[in-house]
């Protein structure tokens, strides 16, 4: 009789980096995403007397490695498209239903805090204001996202510690979609990074397991995607 071994299944599920990466990590890259990760950084906290859109600088640098993806993709595009969509449905019933629809209200409500994300709310006014914008919050958004955490911040953190890579990425994805209105006298936003950390987790892991951000960039897109399309139609 065969002994269940979860162990075993999710070493074997999750392996060395899965099934390898599709996008080399050289020094040239590392430097990039360093260097870009600490100008977020200091923007994100107002301590540098500018802001600039950095992805447009980023994306181009990494020119190679975003090839390679494609490339990775091309190779196997049924399974790219099929992980992709599955995973669309997990971070929804995960990330949005469970942790950002029930657990973050519950935890509101206990609080007496009225738990709005004012980085979406802010993102949502400007897409009535100008639908233009969906190709960015959809399209452009993601892709940078996925880029710049997966391949960037994981890829660059996992060198240290694996496990310490998760959970670091996921901090600073939540961080990205809090820390303005956080920053503004808005400490309750602080009570909203579970959820984002949830839904960048699933994505890392994906990542981890595919060796590819393609399908994570996907499933990311539909997750913006959906839910601004009845904004959009709603207006």
């Known amino acids: 009789m065969r002994r269940w071994d979860s162990r075993g299944r999710v070493r074997r599920w999750y392996g060395e980096a899965g099934r390898g990466y599709d996008e080399r990590f050289g020094r040239w890259e590392a430097w990039c995403v360093g260097v870009f990760w600490v100008l977020m950084l200091l923007m994100w906290f ?3 007397p500018f802001a600039l859109p950095l992805w447009i600088v980023l994306l181009p640098l990494l020119w190679r490695p975003i090839g390679d993806a494609f490339r990775g993709s091309a190779r196997r595009p049924g399974r790219i498209v099929a992980t992709g969509l599955v995973t669309f449905v997990v971070l929804v ?3 949005n239903v469970l942790v950002q629809g029930i657990l973050q209200p519950m935890i509101g409500a ?3 805090v009225p738990l709005t994300n004012l980085n979406t709310a802010g993102g949502m006014e400007q897409l009535r204001a100008q639908p233009w914008l969906y190709l960015l919050f959809v399209v452009v958004g993601p892709f940078e996202e996925e880029v710049s955490y997966r391949y960037g911040l994981f890829r660059l953190l996992e060198r240290v510690n694996v496990p310490v890579a998760h959970v670091a ?3 600073v994805f939540a961080l990205q979609h809090v820390v303005v209105g956080w920053l503004d ?6 009570l909203l990074i ?3 950390v949830t839904f960048s ?3 890392t892991l994906l990542y981890r397991r595919t060796g590819n951000f393609l399908p994570g960039f996907l499933a990311h897109a539909l997750a913006n995607g959906v839910p601004l399309a009845f904004v959009l139609l709603s207006s």
């Open 93 to 95: 019933a995960l990330a």
């Open 185 to 190: 006298g808005h400490p309750d936003q602080l």
């Open 194 to 196: 579970p959820g984002f």
């Open 169 to 171: 990425t996921g901090l």
């Open 201 to 203: 987790v699933i994505l």
């Open 110 to 112: 206990a609080l007496g």
């Open 46 to 48: 107002r301590l540098l």
